[in-house]
């Protein structure tokens, strides 16, 4: 009998990497460098060449991704960033984090992603930038509205339209994410050499040679076990977004009248969500684990209600309706079709 298929196991993960994951752990360890060293620079290399852009710049995490590239941009106090109701919360949290105010906009009914028309609404003589996310792995429209558009594709590793340029690009490797390491992680990417050059003095105090600090910045640097890791990964990752795309088309094609998440050709499946109306029942119901990808958009977060200027009744329902199913690369046929036959 099938055990319950869980949303994800990371453990089988790093199995079926091994014995290539401990050779490299043990490659770092051996070579005395352990923070921006060669594995770092090589990553960044690799990455960028997978992103389509010229430059990658490893740091400590998405958020400080996100939040190094709006400083780099020269957001900060007083200027506004519009962001989409249905995200997790770093995004805005990222914005705070420059003194910028983020100005949360409602999302789309079909995709959970930031209206383009509600956003070109939302801008003001002080926004500065617009922050699509690309939720659950799909790609969001790059809304061109006068202003820098900065990308949260913290889930979308591999789901990008290469061709449609942003400033900049934020992403997220932390252990759940489709390139997720074993600690934590992020990076910038961008076709701007100077943005990029700007970033790395960001990330390590400002500092450029000989202690000499040109601005004043903090600490967020990727480790290289980190980067070691994720540059065998990055090799894996075209075969585990097909992989994830097979699964979620085997449910839809087992509840074809489920009300899914619009489809994409891109998508790369982070998480595989759909909408129900009784969410508890739901997942009582069902023999598989679930999850809850966000439970309270950004207008019901306390911390975010000061920033609330309309309401988002769209984000809202998405937060009291969307369930995540198990999906990830290793999970057998056996769990897939467990899965597929709740459904059905």
Known sequence: MTARPPVLDLARRAASLQPE??????????SGKFLL??????FETEFAAFCGRRHAVAVASGTEALR?????LGIGASDEVVVPAMTAVPTAAAVCATGATPVIVDVERDTALLDPARARAAIT????????????????????????TLEDAAQAHGALDEHARSAAVAYSFYPTKNLGGVGDGGAIVTDDA????QVRL???????????HTVVAGNSRLSEIEAAVLRIELRRLPEWNARRRAIVQAYRDAAPAMRWQASHERHVYHLCVARVDDRDEFRARMPFDTGVHYPRALTQQPA???????????AESWAAECISLPCFPEMTDDEIELVCRALR
Do not use: K, Q
């Open 304 to 314: 975010y209600r000061p920033f609330v200027r309309d309401p988002c009744p769209e």
């Open 21 to 30: 994951l401990a050779n490299a752990v043990d490659r770092v360890l051996r």
């Open 202 to 212: 960001l990330r390590a105090h400002g500092l450029t040679s000989g202690y000499e």
């Open 68 to 72: 190094l590239a709006l400083l780099a």
């Open 37 to 42: 060293g060669p594995e770092t620079e090589t």
């Open 125 to 148: 003589e002080r926004t500065r930038a617009v922050i699509p996310v690309h939720l659950y792995g799909r790609p969001a429209a790059v809304p061109d509205l006068g202003v820098t």
């Open 194 to 197: 100077d943005l990029a050059a």
